[in-house]
């Protein structure tokens, strides 16, 4: 399924769901009268993340302090089952329960097995890092877990009774803050504020030097990488195609001594292609377009290895935070003050007056019409990612204050209507 698709089945299916157990909770919950204080230290713990690579990344920092300050607690982590591989990698996580979201009746079937190994292990705490999702809330619900945490957002107070404690959801806040404020209310005295140190291993390193070897010249063996893409969480994250071809030109006619290597998944081979259509016939040689041909084990060798990272917000840049390498980010949707806090993100982000929409609508305001992203020129992206090159002092992007913007391309558009 489509994530709208899934998005909107969960809005007006969910939404009636968790409303019925909403009433069901809070009964219960005066009748039973459950301890829920956090007096004794939990045996099982399980974390749920269905979407979005980037932000269960931004949770590592969560599940290393969960485990520092729970050693003996079995740590389960649910998810979508595409994102089974990268948590895997993960060697805090002792057990990754999967939902194939791939059609209705899978889902289904896998909720179904899912629940029954959580009845079958009783969680004493349960933390849903999703803030929008009902079927999130659902499983949390149906868990039976002692102790449920989850995110406040008002207008999803619905769920107030079927979690026995709430965090208010800081949209200001880095995220991988606002994700450990749930560590710090279960009674962590203790937190990491690190993202996990994802490793790349010898045949993953080998496969990734051999496909150089085959794409490049081995006397030029610095490259760059470059991520056109931003899944259909919210392809307003995209930057421009064009205007990554004017930067891959400008660094190739600049750098001569650097590769480019384009990346991406299988589904988004087609639009990564005509980027590579679009940078400048000489330089085709020192460009490989990767899209589709590495596994997310073979991703990290490769970003391990590059000399800088190039990037719209989305699963790579993150993956590049980790493996501690200078990012250069592309904002507009979210803001670098929550997604890009990290001190090797530099990025250029365009306050205008409807950005970060992200968390506030299912379509955005401009109904793909990214003002926020188009507005990034050339020449900033080009100066930013030289200076680095030639190690220069830069200051990270989450570090720059700036004005909001409330008029658009000259006083044409003005950023933040929303049609009726």
Same mark, same amino acid.
């Given at each position: 399924?489509?994530?709208?698709?899934?998005?909107?089945?969960?809005?007006?299916?969910?939404?009636?769901?968790?409303?019925?157990?909403?009433?069901?909770?809070?009964?219960?919950?005066?009748?039973?009268?459950?301890?829920?204080?956090?007096?004794?230290?939990?045996?099982?713990?399980?974390?749920?993340?269905?979407?979005?690579?980037?932000?269960?990344?931004?949770?590592?920092?969560?599940?290393?302090?969960?485990?520092?300050?729970?050693? &003996?607690?079995?740590?389960?982590?649910?998810?979508?089952?595409?994102?089974?591989?990268?948590?895997?990698?993960?060697?805090?996580? &002792?057990?990754?329960?999967?939902?194939?979201?791939?059609?209705?009746?899978?889902?289904?079937?896998?909720?179904?097995?899912?629940?029954?190994?959580?009845?079958?292990?009783?969680? &004493?705490?349960?933390? &849903?890092?999703?803030?929008?999702?009902?079927?999130?809330?659902?499983?949390?619900?149906?868990?039976?877990?002692?102790?449920?945490?989850?995110?406040?957002?008002?207008?999803?107070?619905?769920?107030?009774?079927?979690?026995?404690?709430?965090?208010?959801?800081?949209?200001?806040?880095?995220?991988?803050?606002?994700?450990?404020?749930?560590?710090?209310?279960?009674?962590?005295?203790?937190?990491?504020?690190?993202?996990?140190?994802?490793?790349?291993?010898?045949?993953?390193?080998?496969?990734?030097?051999?496909?150089?070897?085959?794409?490049?010249?081995?006397?030029?063996?610095?490259?760059?990488?470059?991520?056109?893409?931003?899944?259909?969480?919210?392809?307003?994250?995209?930057?421009?195609?064009?205007?990554?071809?004017?930067?891959?030109?400008?660094?190739?006619?600049?750098?001569?001594?650097?590769?480019?290597?384009?990346?991406?998944?299988?589904?988004?081979?087609?639009?990564?292609? @005509?980027?590579?259509?679009?940078?400048?016939?000489?330089?085709?040689?020192?460009?490989?377009?990767?899209?589709?041909?590495?596994?997310?084990? @073979?991703?990290?060798?490769?970003?391990?290895?590059?000399?800088?990272?190039?990037?719209?917000?989305?699963?790579?840049?993150?993956?590049?935070?980790?493996?501690?390498?200078?990012?250069?980010?592309?904002?507009?949707?979210?803001?670098?003050? @929550?997604?890009?806090?990290?001190?090797?993100?530099?990025?250029?982000?365009?306050?205008?007056?409807?950005?970060?929409?992200?968390?506030?609508?299912?379509?955005?305001?401009?109904?793909?019409?990214?003002?926020?992203?188009?507005?990034?020129?050339?020449?900033?992206?080009?100066?930013?990612?030289?200076?680095?090159?030639?190690?220069?002092?830069?200051?990270?992007?989450?570090?720059?204050?700036?004005?909001?913007?409330?008029?658009?391309?000259?006083?044409?558009?003005?950023?933040?209507?929303? @049609?009726?």
């Amino acid at each position: 399924m489509k994530t709208r698709t899934k998005i909107i089945l969960d809005e007006w299916a969910g939404r009636a769901v968790v409303f019925a157990l909403n009433i069901l909770a809070r009964i219960l919950g005066r009748l039973l009268s459950i301890d829920h204080t956090f007096s004794k230290s939990p045996r099982k713990i399980v974390v749920c993340k269905f979407l979005g690579m980037g932000s269960i990344i931004q949770a590592t920092p969560l599940l290393q302090t969960l485990k520092r300050n729970f050693p &003996d607690a079995k740590l389960s982590f649910i998810t979508s089952a595409s994102n089974k591989t990268l948590l895997e990698k993960i060697d805090v996580v &002792d057990e990754v329960i999967c939902i194939d979201d791939k059609g209705i009746l899978n889902v289904i079937r896998t909720s179904i097995s899912a629940l029954f190994k959580l009845w079958k292990g009783k969680a &004493d705490l349960y933390i &849903d890092l999703e803030t929008y999702s009902y079927f999130s809330t659902i499983l949390s619900t149906l868990s039976l877990s002692r102790n449920r945490l989850g995110f406040y957002r008002v207008e999803r107070n619905i769920r107030l009774g079927v979690y026995t404690h709430m965090m208010f959801f800081n949209s200001g806040t880095p995220i991988a803050q606002s994700y450990l404020q749930m560590a710090r209310l279960a009674g962590c005295g203790e937190s990491n504020d690190i993202l996990y140190p994802f490793r790349a291993y010898e045949p993953d390193i080998e496969f990734v030097k051999t496909k150089l070897e085959q794409n490049f010249d081995k006397e030029k063996s610095a490259y760059l990488i470059i991520n056109p893409n931003a899944s259909d969480l919210r392809v307003e994250r995209r930057w421009p195609l064009d205007k990554f071809s004017q930067v891959i030109n400008q660094l190739a006619s600049e750098f001569s001594e650097l590769n480019f290597v384009l990346i991406g998944i299988k589904s988004e081979k087609e639009w990564v292609s @005509q980027l590579q259509k679009m940078v400048r016939p000489e330089f085709s040689g020192r460009l490989w377009n990767s899209a589709g041909e590495l596994s997310l084990g @073979q991703l990290i060798a490769l970003i391990s290895s590059a000399t800088l990272t190039i990037t719209n917000d989305t699963g790579p840049m993150h993956i590049s935070f980790s493996l501690k390498k200078k990012t250069v980010c592309l904002f507009g949707p979210a803001s670098p003050g @929550q997604y890009g806090n990290n001190p090797y993100a530099y990025g250029v982000y365009k306050k205008i007056y409807c950005s970060p929409c992200v968390h506030d609508f299912l379509t955005p305001p401009c109904k793909g019409d990214n003002i926020c992203m188009k507005l990034i020129e050339t020449s900033e992206v080009f100066d930013l990612c030289k200076a680095l090159l030639k190690g220069e002092e830069v200051k990270p992007s989450h570090l720059v204050e700036q004005t909001t913007r409330y008029i658009a391309r000259n006083g044409e558009t003005i950023p933040g209507i929303v @049609q009726r």
